[in-house]
């Protein structure tokens, strides 16, 4: 199985378990869920069962569940009056609206800690293993890297370069460094076997001269730690990660950021990684390549991402819910939702227009962790 179908695989169930988390809850706290989709648009298929028409739609951005008395606008039926959204206490609706929130981070904790304690912990300080801990698939011109073509997988130890052995990641370098535009052999120990691989080695300019070049990351020596620990740092990373986000987040919204992503629509492709958004297509790429670490790894930050932007306090987003239910519950008085139905219309927009951007430059111009 690829590292794309991985992380296909992993986006499809991080929303799936976003909407199963506001399921269980609304239907535990007598709340009445008529529909239960993956995706959205068009109807690709459904199924009924008792109450609620479980299905998939078109468009895989993300899910939702229809609970009774939550779009503000809706008549109710008599027959309903006890089991709607707008019927239960102020902890119920919580509950509710932040169960698929809570849900990413408790899935980006049990994977930080899944991996501290499978794989331990990589020593940065260290000199790095001649091991693959990633291959780069492109080149900044878009040309297949030397290290994807010769073959090359996460996990691999290069044992010697043109007949010339490495026994550390600095040897190694210096066998690549010497041979640029040169075509050589790359012996790698895979699973304890030993295969010959071929590739034409590429150029960069390393202050002022030009070196040989690969396009692979090395793997670090490994402390293993206890599970108290990694309970502990797990948390930690957590917190790192969901700050960075929404640093992310500050920056991608900024006029000037919006500006340059609009000229995607009109050629301008060459946006930094750093206010970049990032379609299922992009996180697809991005898991090629990676091996089973950095893929976890890239699983808890993507439910780390899906956690932030989804908790943000902008209706009609789980965490603009929050805020309207934490605001009735402050002042005592009913929202008034016909006026932030215009907020809701332009939140929408965004989401829209981030998605459509996110997918152009992940067709055209795709993203590498490289």
């Known amino acids: 199985m690829t590292g794309g179908l991985i992380m296909l695989i992993a986006v499809v169930v991080s929303l799936m378990l976003h909407e199963l ?101 990589e020593d940065a300080e260290a000199e790095p293993l001649t091991t693959v801990a990633g291959v780069q ?47 050589v052999q790359i012996v790698v120990e895979r699973d304890g076997s030993r295969m010959t691989l071929e590739t034409t080695l590429a150029s960069v300019d390393d202050q002022g001269a030009t070196v040989g070049y690969l396009g692979i990351n090395p793997a670090y020596p490994v402390t293993h730690i206890s599970l108290t620990e990694a309970a502990s740092l797990s948390g930690r990373t957590v917190g790192i990660a969901t700050r960075e986000t929404l640093s992310s987040f500050g920056n991608l919204i900024r006029p000037s950021s919006l500006a340059r992503l609009a000229g995607a629509f009109v050629g301008n492709t060459d946006v930094p990684d750093n206010i970049r958004p990032v379609s299922p297509v992009g996180i697809v790429h991005l898991g090629e390549g990676l091996d089973a670490q950095a893929l976890l790894a890239l699983v808890a930050l993507l439910n780390i991402v899906l956690g932030v932007f989804n908790g943000l306090p902008l209706f009609p987003l789980d965490g603009g819910h929050f805020a309207i239910a934490l605001y009735e519950r402050v002042s005592g008085r009913k929202a008034n939702m016909r006026a932030l139905m215009p907020i809701a219309a332009a939140v929408m927009m965004l989401v829209i227009f981030l998605f459509s951007v996110a997918l152009l430059l992940d067709i055209v111009n795709p993203i590498s962790l490289s």
Do not use: C
Request: charged share 20%; proline share 5%; hydrophobic share 45%.
């Open 21 to 121: 988390g506001h399921f269980v809850t609304a239907r535990a706290t007598g709340m009445k869920v008529t529909e239960f989709f993956l995706g959205f648009g068009p109807k690709i298929w459904s199924t009924t069962r008792g109450e609620t028409e479980f299905g998939v739609k078109a468009i895989p951005i993300g899910g939702y569940n229809r609970i009774v008395g939550m779009d503000p606008l809706e008549e109710i039926d008599p027959e309903d009056v006890g089991r709607t959204y707008r019927d239960k206490k102020f902890w119920q609706k919580s509950v509710v609206i932040m169960s698929g929130v809570l849900i990413h981070f408790l899935l980006a904790y049990l994977v930080f800690f899944g991996i501290l304690v499978g794989f331990g912990i």
């Open 137 to 183: 698939q492109t080149l900044d011109d878009g040309s297949p890297a030397p290290a994807a073509l010769a073959g090359l997988e996460p996990g691999d130890r290069i044992v010697s370069v043109d007949g010339q052995t490495v026994g550390t990641w600095s040897e190694l370098v210096a066998a690549i460094a010497a041979r640029p535009d040169e075509q």
